[in-house]
């Protein structure tokens, strides 16, 4: 019997896990033999899918997954992934038990915290944490040698807690001036010098971080971007010591072409008018699929050839002009490579207005990621559906 197609609109993400591979192994190549890295796959991976990407981050090497929240934690040991994983952002203190059984480790930053999570933690079921500092980014974290050595010395007293780690999160690394992210450090250093007993797991590092230098890697890095193959800034990108090789491409297929008259108008607002006859072809992804209506203008790849969408971007459709007649069921590409064109995500992310890491993001549940691995497509059955 044929197998049944997992879904039924021609609009799909493709992501290349063999990218993703290759990233990290190069990444590697930067690090101390003993340096580990954290591969970071919040919010679904950056978009790209938790699981898949933690997989493979995991056959490259990585000791340890970090996410922003408990849930994506649990998530992930839905899923199967058995791998320590961080919990970077705050988690209640009422689901500490929740992260112990399951063995997640959890970020501490403030000692009343420490106090409310107490409450509920099991008697035989110790927490793993790493604890947080802030050192000059001014989200969460300890700020002082006095109040470090307080957390600290609550969790040693109590006896339930394990701490692992200790980490902080630099908010300058990708810029060219590069004294913020050495006052951070500093602070840094004086902080984990002031520790009673220093854990297992320092970091510090984020991809920028990483890739610049050896001088904040501590024993581990948390590497999110250039796994996925995207610069941590523009003006970083010429330090790049490697090509980096973006993961993730957007697809979608031509479901209707027609030619228009001069004069005819496309979507909503009939704002866009042809300049002459033109052939006009309509593809299945809009808003609702996080291809934003400020898109609009934006190119798109047709036949190797870059055309532009036209009209306003509808809720789950928009339009694009052909280069000339290209038959119903022609691949477009909105994101990726055809023939010798590339449309990168920086290209969408300056389109937009914003940064790379937003892309991938904002494409949302509704389009089905399908992965490549070793060069082929991967099961269909270890995509990720959203219906
Ligand atoms: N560590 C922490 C604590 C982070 O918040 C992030 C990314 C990373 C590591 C990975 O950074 P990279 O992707 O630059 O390598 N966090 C975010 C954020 O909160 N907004 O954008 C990126």
Same mark, same amino acid.
């Given at each position: 019997?044929?197998?049944?197609?997992? &879904?039924?609109?021609?609009?799909? /993400?493709?992501?290349?896990?063999?990218?993703?591979?290759?990233?990290?192994?190069?990444?590697?190549?930067?690090?101390?033999?003993?340096?580990?890295?954290?591969?970071?796959?919040?919010?679904?991976? #950056?978009?790209? *899918? $938790?699981?898949?990407?933690?997989?493979?981050?995991?056959?490259?090497?990585?000791? #340890?997954?970090?996410?922003?929240?408990?849930?994506?934690?649990? +998530?992930?040991?839905?899923?199967?992934? =058995?791998?320590?994983?961080?919990?970077?952002?705050?988690?209640?203190? !009422?689901?500490?038990?929740? +992260?112990?059984?399951? !063995?997640?480790?959890?970020?501490?930053?403030?000692?009343?915290?420490?106090?409310?999570?107490?409450? #509920?933690?099991?008697?035989?079921?110790?927490?793993?944490?790493?604890?947080?500092?802030?050192?000059?980014?001014?989200?969460?974290?300890?700020?002082?040698?006095?109040?470090?050595?307080?957390?600290?010395?609550?969790?040693?007293? $109590?006896?339930?807690?394990?701490?692992?780690?200790?980490?902080?999160?630099?908010?300058?690394?990708?810029?060219? $001036?590069?004294?913020?992210?050495?006052?951070?450090?500093?602070? &840094?250093?004086?902080? @984990?010098?002031?520790?009673?007993?220093?854990? @297992?797991?320092?970091?510090? %590092?984020?991809?920028?971080?990483?890739?610049?230098?050896?001088?904040?890697?501590? =024993?581990?890095?948390?590497? *999110?971007?250039?796994?996925?193959?995207?610069?941590?800034?523009?003006?970083?990108?010429?330090?790049?010591?490697?090509?980096?090789?973006?993961?993730? %491409?957007?697809?979608?297929?031509?479901?209707?072409?027609?030619?228009?008259?001069? *004069?005819?108008? /496309? %979507?909503?607002?009939?704002?866009?008018?042809?300049?002459?006859?033109?052939?006009?072809?309509?593809?299945?992804?809009?808003?609702?699929?996080?291809?934003?209506?400020?898109?609009?203008?934006?190119?798109?790849?047709?036949?190797?050839?870059?055309?532009?969408? /036209?009209?306003?971007?509808?809720?789950?459709?928009?339009?694009?002009?052909?280069?000339?007649?290209?038959?119903?069921?022609?691949?477009?590409?909105?994101?990726?490579?055809?023939?010798?064109?590339?449309?990168?995500?920086? $290209?969408?992310?300056?389109?937009?207005?914003?940064?790379?890491?937003? /892309?991938?993001?904002?494409?949302?549940?509704?389009?089905?990621?399908? #992965?490549?691995?070793?060069?082929?497509?991967?099961?269909?059955?270890?995509?990720?559906?959203?219906?």
């Amino acid at each position: 019997m044929e197998e049944q197609a997992l &879904f039924f609109r021609d609009t799909w /993400v493709e992501v290349d896990l063999d990218a993703i591979a290759a990233n990290l192994e190069e990444t590697k190549k930067l690090l101390n033999q003993d340096t580990k890295f954290i591969a970071i796959v919040k919010a679904n991976a #950056y978009g790209h *899918g $938790d699981a898949q990407i933690a997989e493979v981050a995991l056959e490259s090497g990585a000791s #340890y997954l970090a996410v922003a929240f408990l849930d994506e934690a649990i +998530a992930l040991r839905k899923k199967g992934i =058995n791998a320590p994983i961080l919990v970077l952002g705050a988690s209640r203190a !009422q689901d500490v038990s929740i +992260a112990a059984e399951q !063995q997640i480790t959890l970020t501490v930053f403030q000692e009343d915290w420490l106090y409310d999570a107490m409450h #509920y933690l099991n008697k035989d079921v110790p927490l793993k944490v790493h604890i947080k500092i802030d050192t000059g980014m001014g989200r969460i974290g300890v700020k002082t040698p006095a109040e470090l050595q307080k957390v600290e010395e609550i969790m040693m007293a $109590d006896g339930r807690f394990e701490i692992e780690g200790v980490f902080t999160h630099f908010a300058t690394a990708d810029e060219m $001036d590069r004294t913020y992210y050495h006052q951070q450090l500093k602070q &840094f250093n004086t902080m @984990v010098e002031s520790m009673k007993e220093k854990p @297992v797991l320092i970091h510090a %590092s984020n991809s920028a971080a990483t890739l610049r230098s050896q001088e904040a890697h501590f =024993n581990a890095v948390r590497l *999110g971007i250039a796994m996925y193959g995207l610069t941590p800034s523009m003006e970083m990108e010429p330090e790049i010591p490697f090509p980096l090789k973006e993961a993730f %491409s957007l697809h979608s297929k031509l479901i209707h072409v027609k030619k228009l008259e001069k *004069g005819e108008k /496309v %979507s909503y607002g009939a704002t866009y008018e042809t300049p002459e006859e033109e052939w006009i072809g309509t593809i299945p992804i809009g808003y609702a699929d996080g291809w934003i209506r400020k898109l609009q203008g934006q190119f798109v790849l047709v036949d190797g050839i870059k055309v532009p969408i /036209v009209g306003r971007i509808c809720m789950d459709q928009c339009m694009i002009k052909l280069p000339y007649e290209v038959p119903v069921g022609t691949t477009v590409t909105l994101i990726g490579k055809q023939k010798d064109q590339f449309i990168s995500i920086n $290209d969408v992310a300056t389109r937009l207005e914003t940064i790379n890491y937003e /892309v991938p993001c904002i494409i949302s549940n509704r389009v089905p990621r399908i #992965y490549k691995k070793f060069g082929k497509m991967v099961d269909m059955k270890n995509s990720i559906l959203y219906y």
